[in-house]
């Protein structure tokens, strides 16, 4: 039937993100799950050609159906002319102002290129249910739970707003046409506003033994703005501890001297009920990772930050009355600077080497400030981590937040074994000696404000880069690919960042008679960066700069790619944003790269990439295999909420 609708009205899917779900048992559940009553208002958000409408229609008040397609506009109001309850609008949704709509449930297969846009509309409007049929992969970000990849700052904002509850798989197959990835049906029930007092979080100011899972269906915070500052914050650098993502975000969440509160609060009970096994302390608190605090639970430690924050302003605010009022310029600036901005040099320069310092050991935590401190100025200091830190986005990494295919993990075994498994692709591994021999951990370098701070992808992917470079120069010739040939041996660094990778290898092989380096990055402050440590660097969008220079040709060509899957409002603004932001399934970049990749390789050379379990493993070795590559594992590293990966890619012969 639906098949020849489709027909007699000429209409094709395909365009404007358009897949028509034509199995009736799915949409008979969707209906169901949307528990109709004869009162409700619904909205339907695209309403394609009335498959799920006419469900609708019959058991509402009044359905209200919003599509952009002419094409389907037709269609809607010639199948659904028998039904005097159904409004049809002709209209973007993300233009509606659904304050101006009177609704009361959401029932809709909603477009997936505006997930998450749309997602965060509908948490800001006043509903009582949803039932939203998403990507699979998005829909468990909305229900994921503290502790996994796909938890993160969509699935906080969601489950603050409403009971969130996976309701069933929808396969591919139940589409026309069918789409490339499985689908899930979401029902997201809005929570009752509920008095703070209620919850058991009215006393923050003086009790920190407030808990807010007592109630577990439902928590409140005190200001809802400082609450999703405090969330973009924890998740805008996931793989950091909870201290420094907080003090590195602090100009975002306007607390300048937040570096002496946490120092002050650090020993004071964090309430365990219902968080975690054990009591812990606020400091116990701060070294941990944002995926590990459940929804309520970063709920209570925004609270506990809000608190002390609206006393301090208050503080600040009264200080500053009393000193226009006396009118004395010398008690009103020393006022001023004691209670409000004492500590605001020292925590700036906390700030800026915080985050840098996190992850690495003690001498390179020593290294980097003293680097920093004498190589950059004071303006570039101040400036470093706001700038960085503030623009941030989680859910970039979020992210692990995003569209993206997170089921992709690489299901291998042992780093011994033979060969790799990426969902049924089987990928060789390479031993190399990386651990014994090469210890980027240890490098510093500068980096500035809008430029990607090292972290576990840098180093992995300088060792892995240093210990083949190492094989290829001491091997003899034509045994290795890339091997040295005595006429000289180029590397091309892609997406240089800070230059740290490029710096490393220069320390390890710059003497290397032969040895050259060229690195590029589509980002000027990069650019500038790894100039000032010691990299030639050109600013090119991939190898662009190449194009007009007579196509050079490398022995080994290393990316360190932006691959974390990147909707729309995730994106962060200014120059950091091409450091993460890989696209909607995290490979826009990575099959540029791939695809151009060949022209600028000597014959026998070769490339590593690094990759993450978030991209879509198959897919990046599938898009290899299609360029006529090779794929092999070198080396590799689990994180906190993904598994990183260096893939080396040769040519195939013949």
Known sequence: ?????????????????????????????????????????????GGGIGNLSERIAPKVQKLIIVELDPKMIAVLKDRLSVFSNVDIL??????????????????????????????LKILSSDFD??????????????????????????????????????????????????PKVDSAVIRLVSKSKSDPAELGNSNLNSNLNSNLNSVPSSFSVQNEDFFFDVTKALFSQRRKKIKNTLLSNSSLLNMPNLKNILGRI??????????????????????????????????????????????????????????????????????????????????????????????????????????????????????????????????????NDSDCESNNDFDRESNNEPGCEFNN?????????????????????????????????????????????????????????????GSGFKVLEVGCGSGFISAYLLSEFGSVPGFSLTAVDINPEAVACSRENGVFAQQSDLFEIFEKNGHPVFNVILFNPPYLPTSPDEKVPGWLNYAFDGGIFGRDTIDRFLRDVSEYLAPDGAFLLLISSLTGSAEVISEMEKNKYFAEITASEKCSFEELMVILGRRKTK
């Open 425 to 485: 692709v089987s990928v060789p591994y390479v031993e190399f000696d990386v651990e014994s021999q090469f210890h980027p951990e240890s490098f510093s370098v500068t980096v500035y404000g809008e430029v990607y701070e090292p972290a576990e992808d840098t180093y992995l992917m300088a060792k892995s880069a240093a210990a083949f470079i190492h094989q290829c120069l001491s091997a003899p010739s034509g045994r290795k690919s890339g091997s040295f040939s």
């Open 90 to 119: 002709h209209k973007n949704v993300m233009d509606i102002d659904f304050n101006s709509l009177p609704f009361n449930k959401i029932v809709a297969n909603l477009p997936y290129s505006i997930s998450s846009d749309i997602t």
């Open 266 to 399: 650090g020993q004071k009970p964090f309430e365990s009920a219902g968080f975690f096994e054990s009591e812990k302390t606020v400091a116990d608190i701060l070294e941990m990772r944002a995926e590990e605090l459940a929804p309520a639970a970063i709920a209570h430690l925004a609270d506990l930050l809000y608190s002390i924050k609206s006393n301090s302003d208050s503080d600040c605010e009264s200080n500053n009355a009393s000193d226009r009022e006396s009118n004395n310029a010398s008690d009103r600036e020393s006022n001023n600077a004691s209670d409000c901005e004492s500590n605001n040099d020292s925590d700036r320069k906390f700030n800026n080497d915080s985050d840098r310092e996190s992850n690495n050991d003690s001498d390179r935590e020593f290294n980097n400030d003293s680097d920093r401190e004498s190589n950059n100025d004071s303006d570039r200091e101040f400036n470093n981590d706001s700038d960085r830190e503030s623009n941030n986005d989680s859910d970039c990494e979020s992210n």
């Open 1 to 45: 039937m639906v098949r020849q609708i489709l027909k007699d009205y000429h209409v094709k899917g395909g365009r404007m993100d358009q897949h028509f779900l034509i199995d009736a048992h799915v949409l008979d559940s969707i209906a169901d799950a949307a528990s109709l009553e004869p009162d409700d208002v619904v909205l339907e958000i």
């Open 129 to 178: 249910s949803a039932v939203l049929m998403y990507q699979l992969e998005f829909a468990k970000r909305l229900v994921a739970k503290e502790g996994g990849k796909d938890y993160g700052r969509l699935s906080v904002h969601t489950q603050y707003k409403t009971d969130a509850n996976y309701l069933f798989k929808v396969p591919k197959g139940a589409f026309e046409p069918a």
